[in-house]
């Protein structure tokens, strides 16, 4: 998380990189805290990471990444040791001051972009690793679904406890099959518009790689959909689709067949808002964020159980 403390180490990074001060721009609070560094009308990208293998994996990821002709960011600097000031970073050349986000109101651009997100998506899906698991810089490792899906579960029963869901929704949660995360693709892990940088009309580079894993592309997919059902119209989200079918076929029960997939995000989606603590979980529900979410996952408990029992 960002603090005050993070300021002071900003200015000394950009008068140790570029020779000057900065105009400080907090982009993100979450995971990792990213900058916008700006320099008069020239601005820079700063994140922070954790750990030197974090910075280490993300970069490795966007130079392969680039190697497919994949819009990424252009890495200027690289201090993934830590060493200027304790903690790891790289600064990346700004591809944009706007994601697609933003531009969801404009009805005739979010089209066209949302259907280029899907085309990327479909192509970063057809990079492959020789196994699956999570990625690291020099290795894959392999992963256990089984435990997450245990936490989701645990998560699931507290929203019950705290009478966010009702018994049988947590019961459906926990009793319906998860497709297999069996797969070797490139799998973003958080592919939504707030990742993909626009930049005069066009995706110009897809961010945050530090999730990334090598797996069954189709769960990273509906990660994705779930995204979208939750704020994006269904016309755009159509358009999506229309894009990723361009590069990649869909199975023809993907839509039931995944749906656990998309349940599963949006108890994840609680989870994160309430361990980021009590302001920031107030703030989600006064925002309707948590009443949107829940309703979500009503729509997807009906819809499953119409398909089963129709």
């Known amino acids: 998380?960002?603090?005050?403390?993070?300021?002071p180490l900003v200015q000394?990074?950009?008068?140790?990189?570029?020779?000057?001060?900065?105009?400080?721009?907090?982009?993100?609070?979450s995971n990792n805290p990213?900058?916008?560094?700006?320099?008069?009308?020239?601005s820079k990208v700063l994140k922070f990471a954790n750990a030197e293998q974090a910075v280490r994996k993300e970069l490795m990821l966007i130079d392969l990444l680039r190697k497919y002709d994949m819009p990424v960011p252009v890495i200027e600097h690289d201090n993934s040791d830590?060493?200027?000031?304790?903690?790891?970073?790289?600064?990346?050349?700004?591809?944009?001051?706007?994601?697609?986000?933003?531009?969801?109101?404009?009805?005739?651009?979010?089209?066209?972009?949302?259907?280029?997100?899907?085309?990327?998506?479909?192509?970063?899906?057809?990079?492959?690793?020789?196994?699956?698991g999570d990625i690291q810089h020099?290795?894959?490792?392999?992963?256990?679904?089984?435990?997450?899906?245990?936490?989701?579960?645990?998560?699931?029963?507290?929203?019950?406890?705290?009478?966010l869901l009702e018994p049988a929704e947590v019961s459906l949660f926990k009793s319906i099959e998860v497709p297999s995360t069996d797969g070797v693709s490139l799998c973003h892990s958080d592919f939504h518009t707030v990742q993909c940088v626009v930049n005069n009309g066009r995706i110009t580079a897809v961010v945050d790689w530090e999730s990334a894993w090598s797996g069954n592309p189709l769960i990273d997919l509906a990660i994705t959909h779930a995204y979208l059902d939750y704020y994006c119209p269904m016309e755009l989200t159509r358009c999506f689709f229309a894009g990723y079918s361009l590069?990649?076929?869909?199975?023809?029960?993907?839509?039931?067949?995944?749906?656990?997939?998309?349940?599963?995000?949006?108890?994840?989606?609680?989870?994160?808002?309430?361990?980021?603590?009590?302001?920031?979980?107030?703030?989600?529900?006064?925002?309707?964020?948590?009443?949107?979410?829940i309703a979500l996952y009503r729509a997807y408990c009906l819809k499953w159980n119409s398909a089963v029992h129709p």
């Open 1 to 7: 998380m960002s603090t005050a403390d993070d300021y």
């Open 12 to 29: 000394e990074i950009s008068t140790a990189c570029y020779g000057m001060q900065a105009r400080i721009e907090l982009i993100t609070r």
């Open 34 to 42: 990213v900058y916008r560094l700006w320099f008069g009308d020239v």
């Open 82 to 132: 830590g060493a200027l000031v304790g903690k790891p970073f790289f600064i990346m050349e700004s591809a944009g001051d706007q994601t697609v986000m933003q531009h969801l109101k404009s009805a005739e651009l979010s089209r066209g972009l949302l259907r280029e997100m899907g085309i990327v998506l479909a192509k970063i899906h057809t990079i492959t690793f020789p196994t699956a």
């Open 138 to 163: 020099d290795r894959i490792v392999p992963r256990d679904p089984r435990l997450f899906l245990s936490e989701l579960y645990l998560a699931a029963d507290r929203f019950l406890e705290q009478g």
């Open 247 to 293: 590069i990649q076929s869909l199975p023809n029960d993907y839509d039931l067949r995944y749906l656990p997939v998309r349940m599963a995000h949006v108890v994840g989606l609680l989870r994160v808002w309430q361990r980021q603590g009590t302001e920031a979980w107030q703030s989600a529900v006064e925002r309707k964020k948590v009443d949107r979410a």
